[in-house]
């Protein structure tokens, strides 16, 4: 079966600092991967997508970016955080554009 | 306005009720609708999914869609204080980018 990893789960960093965050998916092959920001009231909201390797598409202007440097890993990163980056980020994963994503367990970042 | 519309609750309702959960939408070009359950510090785990307008049914789970009206629920027969947790919607034209609402927050008393 399926499973998607992220990671770390917490993380707290002060403002200007960068950031990784990795998310790896088994037991599938060329996934669509995408990550979302969660903010409290505000729903999930679509940063980055990916159906491949080294193509990214990005959905919202920001201090952040995306890499798919592997089939099923795609990692979000910034060069110095700020305070607006603060939020849970979640990872999901589809096998085809017909089919329903799923997501992982999420990071939830704190700025200082 | 917003593109999916659901209220953000918190619902609260005493162990073996009935739970109606219901989004209502804007874009006529949603074809595929979703449910996902969210406990907390968790992600999103898909619950049901539905193409069209009609009714599915899993387990104690009841999903309906009417496409005319633009309005979506999620039944939940027997609920119990496991199903404590945060209920998002989430539709689209093709599942390639969905657009969720902002969840209904659901407590359950034993």
């Known amino acids: 079966s399926q499973t998607i990893h992220q990671w770390p789960a917490t993380l707290v960093q002060p403002v200007g600092s960068p950031l990784s965050l990795e998310c790896t998916v088994e037991?599938?092959?060329?996934?669509?991967l995408y990550w979302y920001r969660q903010a409290a009231g505000r729903g999930l909201q679509l940063l980055f997508y990916s159906v491949g390797i080294g193509q990214i598409s990005s959905e919202v202007p920001q201090n952040l970016s995306a890499s798919r440097p592997q089939d099923r890993q795609f990692i979000l990163s910034s060069k110095k955080l700020l305070l607006s980056d603060s939020g849970f980020y979640l990872c999901a994963w589809t096998a085809s554009s017909n089919q329903p994503q799923h997501f992982g367990d999420g990071t939830r970042l704190s700025i200082l | 306005q917003k593109e999916v519309e659901q209220d953000p609750g918190p619902l609260s309702v005493p162990e073996g009720a009935i739970v109606s959960l219901n989004c209502t939408y804007s874009?006529?070009?949603?074809?595929?609708f979703m449910w996902y359950r969210q406990y907390s510090r968790k992600g999103p785990e898909l619950l049901m999914y539905t193409y069209s307008s009609g009714n599915k049914e899993d387990g104690r789970f009841t999903a309906q869609v009417d496409k005319s009206s633009k309005y979506i629920s999620l039944f939940i027969r027997d609920s119990q204080p496991s199903d404590s947790a945060t209920y998002l919607c989430a539709m689209s034209g093709g599942f390639q980018k969905l657009v969720f609402g902002t969840g209904t927050r659901l407590l359950v008393s034993p």
């Open positions: 037991g599938t092959s060329n996934p669509n």
């Open positions: 874009n006529s070009a949603f074809q595929y």
